[in-house]
């Protein structure tokens, strides 16, 4: 609205987005960019969100299709009677949280930001302690008192929604961030010493299989453009096969092509029997 009315005032105003639908709302004009080069120019009252996520990728976008491989099956993931006071500065306390995930299912927990996800995704990632380790229960596996390195030996993932600083280290380089992540399930480490020809094979499958955007996997996180880092985020969780996986908005701030895949990865992972 705002917008609206300083263009109408004769403000001249550049709107620089992938909300495709934003930019079919506000904009009388607009050109699309990719890889540094500008490939089309449109009117976008004319187009749609799709067409116009088509000319930014240079291809048909293909959106997820649910598999229906797997029906859903025992209890995976059991929270129960869950109470943990917030360590964020406004957060929210979490009150006698309640939930089950079972293998092949996909469970959304939506809410209006800061209403307690960044709480959830802390106790069930292990960075967050609770006092009741039967509280949060894997297979039968109380884990409510164990750390991220236990959950993830006992088969869960973790897909945080800031990529640089929590999902990744800025400064550290692709095959390094796989090894943060990945040295206790894919055998990363072999008497206190990275196996670092491990670590570079495990983050070039991610690059290929993930088609990530990148001159090496020696470049570091930060030069990777944000749905790139998340489409590797992503593959370094999924090529670990976790029985679980915890995805805090994974597909923010990507663009839509890059949002399709990693749908498509969840629904895939979820066919093989994950929660």
Same mark, same amino acid.
């Given at each position: 609205?705002?917008?609206?009315?300083?263009?109408?005032?004769?403000?001249?105003?550049?709107?620089?987005?992938?909300?495709? %639908?934003?930019?079919?709302?506000?904009?009388h004009t607009a050109t699309i960019m990719r890889m540094g080069e500008v490939v089309a120019?449109?009117d976008p009252a004319k187009e749609t969100p799709r067409s116009m996520a088509e000319m930014?990728?240079?291809?048909?976008?293909?959106?997820?299709?649910?598999?229906?491989?797997?029906?859903?099956?025992?209890?995976?993931?059991?929270?129960?009677?869950? /109470?943990?006071?917030?360590?964020?500065?406004?957060?929210?306390?979490?009150?006698?949280?309640?939930?089950?995930?079972?293998?092949?299912?996909?469970?959304?927990?939506?809410?209006?930001?800061? /209403?307690?996800? %960044?709480?959830?995704?802390?106790?069930?990632?292990?960075?967050?302690?609770?006092?009741?380790?039967?509280?949060?229960? @894997?297979?039968?596996?109380?884990?409510?008192?164990?750390?991220? /390195?236990?959950?993830?030996?006992?088969?869960?993932?973790?897909?945080?929604?800031?990529?640089?600083?929590?999902?990744?280290?800025?400064?550290?380089?692709?095959?390094?961030?796989?090894?943060?992540?990945?040295?206790?399930?894919?055998?990363?480490?072999?008497?206190?010493?990275?196996?670092?020809?491990?670590?570079?094979?495990?983050?070039?499958?991610?690059?290929?299989?993930?088609?990530?955007?990148?001159?090496?996997?020696?470049?570091?996180?930060?030069?990777?453009?944000?749905? /790139?880092?998340?489409?590797? @985020?992503?593959?370094?969780? @999924?090529?670990?096969?976790?029985? @679980?996986?915890?995805?805090?908005?994974?597909?923010?701030?990507?663009?839509?092509?890059?949002?399709?895949?990693?749908?498509?990865?969840?629904?895939?992972?979820?066919?093989?029997?994950?929660?």
């Open positions: 609205h705002t917008l609206r009315r300083l263009s109408e005032d004769g403000v001249s105003i550049l709107y620089i987005s992938h909300k495709l %639908q934003e930019i079919k709302d506000l904009c120019d449109c930014m990728m240079g291809a048909n976008l293909t959106p997820p299709e649910r598999t229906d491989k797997a029906a859903a099956g025992q209890p995976h993931l059991v929270v129960k009677g869950l /109470n943990v006071a917030s360590t964020h500065t406004h957060g929210t306390d979490l009150q006698d949280i309640n939930f089950e995930v079972r293998t092949g299912e996909v469970l959304g927990i939506a809410g209006i930001a800061g /209403n307690g996800q %960044q709480e959830l995704m802390d106790v069930l990632s292990g960075e967050a302690l609770v006092g009741d380790p039967e509280s949060i229960v @894997i297979d039968d596996k109380p884990v409510g008192a164990s750390g991220p /390195n236990r959950r993830r030996s006992v088969g869960m993932a973790f897909v945080p929604e800031e990529r640089l600083g929590h999902g990744a280290v800025p400064q550290m380089s692709l095959w390094e961030n796989a090894f943060l992540s990945g040295a206790t399930r894919m055998n990363l480490l072999k008497s206190g010493f990275i196996r670092v020809k491990n670590s570079e094979d495990y983050a070039s499958k991610i690059v290929d299989e993930f088609r990530v955007k990148t001159p090496s996997i020696a470049n570091v996180a930060s030069s990777l453009s944000g749905g /790139n880092l998340q489409k590797f @985020i992503i593959g370094r969780e @999924i090529l670990q096969n976790p029985g @679980i996986i915890i995805a805090l908005q994974p597909t923010w701030g990507v663009d839509a092509g890059s949002a399709a895949a990693i749908r498509q990865s969840l629904i895939d992972l979820a066919a093989n029997g994950a929660a």
